[in-house]
């Protein structure tokens, strides 16, 4: 009889090569192998990466020593990707794993979501995949190895995109999509409905028309891109627990994070900058501070004592929190936000505002105002932050990049954004 995935499991041991990253790519297409290999020749004094042509030659790499990535096709005749990389998520959770689908918008292709870290659509090229595993790879290494990151590779509820953020996708794109399908996707989530009409309506965006009570009017006037960022942001805040952590406070945070948001558009607005520098500003300000959200995912009882003791100062410096962070975790909300960030496979510019949204002087600019500057500026603002350090590191920061005396430009952008609820 056959052993399962689950029987062919065994303890991992270091007999492959550990002093570089590791890779493995399993499919059962030998030709696609072939091509992989050629390939990743260039990349040989960085990785050492395997092939594996069937489930059970990988589980016998994965076995013999850490694989930091596993690259697996969907569809396997013995096993299924979702199936294996299922197995590889339990057995070896430090593992960062990636699904390879030619399967956009099937069940399958979606039950991939909740066992990968990120989907890549068939075909990708051989440059796309070196792209996109060197990303993964810095990612990985923003956590280090502390408590944390134990914590989040064996937290089966870690925040995760949610379907519904896949299905709205689908939609958008779908050439044949009205305005009225795209508002029945939405409308199967009474809250998210709730949420956009709330927001349509509030002075958040700035609208000055009559109440709005058509969803698929707010839709129309938000815009496809902003409700489909809204969507997954909002989902995610609703996935955590807020049990875990009776010191943390899920409304002030999603508040807090609006507020970054509508000042990083509105200062978008201000230097005219493309709308896809506005658009990935914007939803860096919505994850910004998502950092916190995993603390208190992944080690509640830590960061409820955390705050605890954190709350024992007034008008404590950010910059004194993020040195008490790491002295307690090993690293810092916005590094571990990036980590998140990254995982899910989102832009490196989106990833790098979370990161240094409180570090100014990682914002420096050859190109103007940039997603990671106008997210810095957004926080140091709703911070009230203004005469500290990181106000006058942005103020240097400015001038480095051209932007000389915009801070204050900024700060008289703020006319008390409003609340979200």
């Known amino acids: 009889m056959t052993e399962s995935i689950e029987e062919q499991r065994a303890p991992q041991v270091d007999t492959l090569t550990t002093d570089r990253k590791q890779i493995l790519f399993v499919d059962d297409d030998e030709k696609l192998l072939a091509g992989l290999k050629r390939g990743m020749r260039s990349m040989r004094d960085a990785w050492d990466v395997y092939f594996a042509s069937h489930v059970n030659e990988a589980m016998q790499f994965l076995s013999e020593g850490p694989i930091d990535i596993v690259i697996a096709d969907i569809r396997m005749p013995e096993i299924d990707g979702v199936t294996f990389l299922k197995t590889v998520k339990s057995a070896y959770p430090h593992t960062l794993r990636v699904v390879l689908s030619g399967e956009s918008g099937n069940e399958m292709g979606h039950k991939a979501l909740e066992v990968a870290n990120q989907c890549l659509a068939k075909p990708c090229s051989v440059e796309d995949l070196k792209g996109i595993i060197q990303e993964m790879l810095t990612t990985q290494n923003r956590l280090g190895n502390g408590i944390l990151k134990d914590a989040m590779t064996q937290l089966d509820t870690l925040p995760s995109i949610p379907q519904q953020y896949w299905d709205l996708k689908d939609a958008i794109e779908d050439p044949n999509s009205s305005m009225e399908g795209i508002s029945d996707v939405i409308a199967k989530d009474i809250a998210m409905s709730a949420k956009i009409l709330q927001l349509a309506n509030s002075a958040f965006f700035g609208f000055s028309v009559e109440r709005i009570t058509s969803l698929s009017r707010a839709i129309t006037m938000l815009g496809l891109d902003l409700v489909s960022q809204l969507t997954m942001v909002a989902h995610v805040f609703a996935a955590f627990d807020k049990k875990t952590c009776v010191r943390f406070s899920i409304e002030d945070l999603w508040n807090h994070s609006m507020r970054v948001s509508y000042l990083a558009r509105k200062i978008c607005i201000e230097e005219k900058v493309p709308r896809n520098v506005m658009e990935a500003a914007l939803l860096g300000g919505l994850l910004s501070e998502i950092g916190k959200l995993v603390f208190a995912a992944c080690v509640a009882e830590n960061y409820n004592i955390f705050l605890e003791d954190l709350g024992k100062y007034k008008n404590l410096p950010i910059e004194e929190e993020l040195r008490r962070e790491q ?10 936000g990036a980590y998140m960030v ?3 496979g989102l832009p490196h510019e989106i990833v790098d505002a979370v990161a240094s949204h409180h570090t100014p002087t990682a914002c420096i600019s050859k190109t103007g105002l940039t997603p990671p500057l106008a997210v810095c500026a957004a926080s ?11 106000a006058t590191d942005l103020n240097s920061v400015l001038k ?16 008390s954004v409003p609340s979200s609820n």
Request: hydrophobic fraction near 40%; charge should be negative; glycine fraction near 12%.
């Open 380 to 390: 140091v603002i709703a911070d009230g932050n203004l005469e500290g350090k990181l």
């Open 400 to 415: 480095m990049s051209d932007l000389s005396g915009r801070f204050d430009k900024w700060v008289a952008l703020d006319d």
């Open 327 to 336: 002295n307690v975790f090993g690293t810092t909300h916005p590094e571990v």
């Open 342 to 344: 990254g995982v899910w």
